[in-house]
């Protein structure tokens, strides 16, 4: 039998990974909400990975809490993610994904793009994958896992904030609202120069952004967590002292 995989965050997406560690043989263990995970880790002290799969507003805590004996095998999802995010947890290389496939409640997985990968489980996580027919690829270098995450934030972030002003779907929204799009991602890069501490290649990202859009041109802009989102990133923007006219004008006029 192969070693098992806890799954912390039995969500939609977590829920996803599970089936495919369980595909290609692996025990999962699951840690959910009302679990205490150090006294799971007092049965399963040297599990194969540890994938946190908790929602973005839970995953400081998490990584916080995490049992000392898990933490060199930690496998990170999710979205607004940069290295900061475990640097700040002692945490000094988990394997990252960022996905770019939806699972929601009552749908099947709809891919986007492939899903980019990065760090010592890195085939884990492409065998689990591809177990379930969702394309992802490896990545060879923490430059090019920088630059992933920083176009997911770009596209989550842009399409859901510039959502608040304009609703509709990303091809609407690059078709028909391009200047809104571009300011609120100039907005957006600004503050992941900041984050990052490295000036971004905006034209690659730019780019990124547009290929990422045209993966589903009839995905929604405006998610429900599209609020929470602004409101966080003019918190970093506030903090670092930087402008952003767009996220500002947007919370103005759109935000309650």
């Known amino acids: 039998m192969k ?9 939609e997406l977590g829920s996803v990974f599970a089936r495919g560690f369980l595909k290609t043989g692996h025990p999962v263990f699951p840690v959910t909400r009302d679990m205490d995970m150090h006294l799971v880790a007092q049965t399963h002290p040297n599990p ?5 799969a ?17 933490k060199n095998n930690l496998i990170l999802i999710q979205n607004e993610l940069l290295p900061r995010d475990w640097q700040a947890a002692n945490i000094i290389e988990p394997t990252v994904i960022s996905v770019w496939f939806e699972k929601k409640k009552g749908m099947d997985t709809k891919v ?18 591809a177990s379930l027919d969702i394309p992802s690829f490896l990545l060879d270098t923490q430059a090019e896992l920088n630059y992933e995450l920083v176009r997911k934030n770009l596209y989550i ?7 608040l002003e304009v609703g509709g779907n990303v091809n609407d929204l690059m078709h028909q609202h391009a200047s809104i799009m571009n300011a609120v991602a100039q907005d957006i890069l600004d503050i992941q120069d900041q984050l990052t501490g490295q000036t971004q290649d905006r034209k690659r990202l730019m780019a990124g952004l547009i290929e990422a859009i ?3 041109l009839n995905h929604g802009c405006m998610g429900r967590s599209a ?5 966080r990133a003019l918190g970093f923007a506030k903090d670092a002292d930087i402008k952003v006219p767009k ?10």
Request: net charge negative; with cysteine; glycine share 8%.
């Open 3 to 11: 070693d098992p995989i806890i799954v912390i965050g039995l969500g």
């Open 48 to 52: 194969k990975a540890v994938m946190v």
């Open 54 to 70: 908790v929602g973005e507003s839970d995953l400081s805590e998490v990584l916080k809490n995490c049992p000392e004996s898990w």
């Open 112 to 129: 986007v793009l492939p899903s980019p990968i990065f760090g010592a489980n890195d085939r884990l996580l492409f065998d689990a994958l």
């Open 157 to 163: 972030l842009t399409t859901n904030i510039a959502g």
């Open 214 to 216: 045209k993966g589903d």
């Open 227 to 231: 609020p929470a989102r602004l409101k």
């Open 247 to 256: 996220l500002t004008d947007i919370a103005h006029h759109y935000v309650k």
